[in-house]
């Protein structure tokens, strides 16, 4: 198998998208966010506060790279804004990715104001609308599979994803 990175703006799935597919493949799960957490012990706002955007960013290409180094059997629920290191899209050359986009009216619905989203302020609709226009281009140009997610549930969008993976290895495929 080869890794799986799953991409996309905040809000659009990847971590419960993730898990399921994991599961179902009986492979291990990396949340980027989460797995930073851990091996800090501080929360996503704490590291942004202390070290600002480039310090966070530069843990999360950190762990990305890691696990593709070290993992073939791997789901990822890669950070948004972590295909703008190009280390990290030369990496992501040797996975599955799957774009799970989104419209940012849809993913203003569902994020909330917390720790974990130090970016979004006061206007999340706004900030995200600006990350799609930003960061589009680069996302199709990594994925190998496009879902929209706006008006799918977990479970079929993460169907979608082992059907694609099952049809890639079926003998007889390129």
Same mark, same amino acid.
């Given at each position: 198998?080869? &890794?799986?990175? +799953?991409?996309?703006?905040?809000?659009?799935?990847?971590?419960? $998208?993730?898990?399921? @597919?994991?599961?179902?493949?009986?492979?291990?799960?990396?949340? $980027?966010?989460? =797995?930073?957490?851990?091996? %800090?012990?501080?929360? $996503?706002?704490?590291? #942004?506060?202390?070290?600002?955007? *480039? &310090?966070?960013?530069?843990?999360?290409?950190?762990?990305?790279?890691?696990? +593709?180094?070290?993992?073939?059997?791997?789901?990822?629920?890669?950070p948004?804004?972590?295909?703008?290191? *190009? =280390?990290?899209?030369a990496?992501?050359?040797? &996975?599955?990715? @799957? #774009?799970?986009?989104?419209? *940012?009216?849809?993913?203003?619905?569902?994020?909330?104001?917390?720790?974990?989203? *130090?970016?979004?302020?006061?206007?999340? /609709?706004d900030? +995200?609308? %600006?990350?799609?226009?930003? /960061?589009?281009?680069?996302?199709?140009? +990594?994925?190998?599979?496009?879902?929209?997610?706006?008006?799918?549930?977990?479970?079929?969008?993460?169907?979608?994803?082992?059907?694609?993976?099952?049809?890639?290895?079926?003998?007889?495929?390129?």
């Amino acid at each position: 198998m080869t &890794a799986v990175v +799953l991409v996309g703006l905040m809000g659009a799935g990847k971590s419960s $998208v993730g898990s399921v @597919v994991a599961a179902r493949m009986g492979v291990t799960f990396v949340d $980027v966010d989460v =797995a930073i957490v851990g091996g %800090t012990g501080k929360t $996503v706002r704490e590291l #942004w506060e202390q070290g600002g955007e *480039p &310090a966070y960013r530069y843990l999360e290409s950190k762990v990305v790279l890691d696990t +593709l180094a070290e993992e073939r059997d791997v789901v990822l629920a890669a950070p948004g804004g972590v295909v703008l290191d *190009p =280390a990290v899209r030369a990496a992501l050359a040797d &996975a599955f990715v @799957v #774009w799970l986009r989104t419209d *940012p009216a849809t993913l203003a619905s569902r994020v909330r104001l917390d720790d974990h989203r *130090p970016l979004l302020g006061a206007h999340p /609709r706004d900030v +995200l609308t %600006t990350m799609e226009h930003e /960061r589009s281009g680069v996302y199709e140009g +990594l994925a190998d599979l496009v879902i929209d997610t706006d008006h799918e549930d977990v479970e079929t969008i993460a169907g979608r994803i082992v059907r694609a993976l099952d049809d890639r290895t079926s003998p007889g495929r390129p």
